[in-house]
């Protein structure tokens, strides 16, 4: 049993790696994969280790939308001035392990470790992000909303490395609501966590609205079918109740170490309650003093 | 492979597998066991160390990513044989019980102190590093008598 790693020097480098060896597994921070190194759950496979390319850690600014590189961590989001547009990434950010794993944990990883549970993924997804996939044949962007199928099965292919994911600038109006449900604080993984985003009109009717979760299905679910029944109409009692309904058909909690599948319906409807009666107003840090 | 790093001011080479954790080499390799090992998963920060002004983990840091780095760890927190203001704070407040996660906590407590941005406040800044004993109170006693 071996690991080998190889340091590509530059992108092109990177690229025919992944082309023409078999099992590469991209190594960023390695907040996740050392966890299973250690373990002992990876086969043979050869890490290509990032932290040498430059280029996948732009500096970060919001001129035409928000660009994350490959190798643009938690902390380099919570310490930026981007957080002005973007603040559910900070709170996600900081919801991320405690400071430590905020250093070395990248927001890339976060998408293609693929855990339901991700902390960084349901903001990114809120804010309509999309991926840049890079290969040796070109570039392509998936919406990230679109880029999970299945527990852990990703649209990634493998000779593909995620290079950029990119965040077009919030309008005008919307107003944000990002809450992780955990054992504590800090160093925790969710049970449930809502990152909402919602857009209500002067009339009082809701233009237009995200609500993606995490930890209550195998990926990180856009809750489409529950949005589409609040967008259009005003958040009467009613409808909130309406809505609470839909959340429930939609998601598919399970009973595991970390909750119960009972705790997390409850526990969600509650999201979607505290969501749909609190915004309108400004945006909502995750856990109270 | 062949690492250079440097750890507490002084320069090491180290040939070891690419993925070994730092924890490990600093441990194993450079005998520096101050730098304790809790969880080995990234939960307990037992083994919290500097590099290059970040916190981390170095039970999660493979040493293919140290190469040209600088480390500080708790054995580089005294100087000419005195003790940092936190260590000796915890001497004097009783901050370390089983002594297990008393390196790191001191680790983060001092990067706290040279870094405030980095966390809204002292809590915060210590989150990530847990103690068994139950000893939080006087730990977090220590480091505000270090800090006033």
């Known amino acids: 049993m071996s690991f080998e790693v190889l340091t590509p020097q530059s992108l092109d480098e990177a690229l025919d790696a992944l082309a023409s060896i078999e099992r590469v597994v991209p190594l960023a921070g390695g907040t996740d994969l050392m966890v299973y190194l250690e373990a002992g759950a990876l086969s043979p496979c050869t890490f290509l280790n990032l932290q040498e390319l430059a280029q996948l850690k732009p500096p970060l600014s919001t001129n035409g939308g928000l660009t994350l590189g490959a190798l643009t961590t938690y902390r380099d989001v919570r310490l930026s001035g981007v957080r002005e547009q973007f603040p559910m990434l900070a709170l996600a950010a900081r919801e991320v392990g405690a400071l430590a794993i905020q250093s070395r944990g990248t927001w890339a990883g976060n998408i293609a470790n693929a855990s339901p549970a991700a902390d960084g993924v349901p903001a990114l997804m809120a804010y309509d992000a999309e991926i840049e996939l890079s290969s040796k044949k070109g570039r392509r962007r998936v919406l990230l909303e679109k880029f999970y199928g299945g527990y852990k099965e990703t649209d990634r292919r493998p000779d593909e490395l995620i290079t950029a994911i990119h965040l077009p600038v919030p309008q005008e109006g919307w107003s944000g609501y990002f809450r992780k449900v955990g054992t504590r604080r800090f160093q925790a993984i969710s049970k449930t966590l809502l990152a909402g ?40 009692p009613e409808l909130i109740e309406e809505a609470v309904n839909a959340i429930q058909q939609e998601i598919h909690p399970i009973d595991d170490i970390r909750s119960t599948e009972t705790y997390r319906r409850r526990v969600t409807s509650n999201l979607v309650r505290d969501f749909l009666t609190t915004t309108g107003g400004r945006i909502r840090p995750s856990s109270s003093r | 492979m062949m690492v250079a790093f440097a750890v507490n001011g002084k320069n090491y080479e180290v040939t070891a597998s690419p993925m070994k954790r730092l924890l490990d080499v600093l441990r194993d390799d450079l005998a520096m066991t101050g730098t304790k090992e809790g969880c080995g998963e990234g939960e307990c920060g037992a083994c919290t160390v500097i590099m290059d002004g970040l916190l981390v983990l170095s039970c999660m840091v493979p040493i293919c990513q140290v190469q040209g780095k600088q480390i ?69 006693r220590s480091i505000k008598a270090a800090f006033s």
Do not use: W
């Not at chain 1, 009339?203 to 679910?221: I, Q």
């Not at chain 2, 940092?84 to 102190?113: D, L, S």
């Not at chain 2, 989150?127 to 939080?136: L, S």
């Open chain 1, 197 to 236: 985003r919602i857009c209500i009109d002067a009339d009082g009717a809701v233009r237009d609205l995200r609500m993606v979760f995490a930890s209550v299905a195998p990926y990180t679910l856009r809750a489409v079918q529950t949005e589409s029944i609040i967008r259009g109409h005003r958040l009467t």
């Open chain 2, 72 to 140: 500080t760890t708790i054995e580089g927190l005294a100087t000419d044989g005195k003790l940092h203001p936190v260590q000796e704070a915890f001497h004097e407040n009783g901050g370390a019980q089983c002594g297990i996660c008393t390196p790191g906590m001191i680790v983060a407590a001092v990067y706290y102190r040279d870094h405030p941005d980095a966390a809204e406040d002292l809590l915060e800044a210590l989150a990530g590093n847990q103690c068994r004993c139950t000893g939080y109170t006087r730990i977090l």
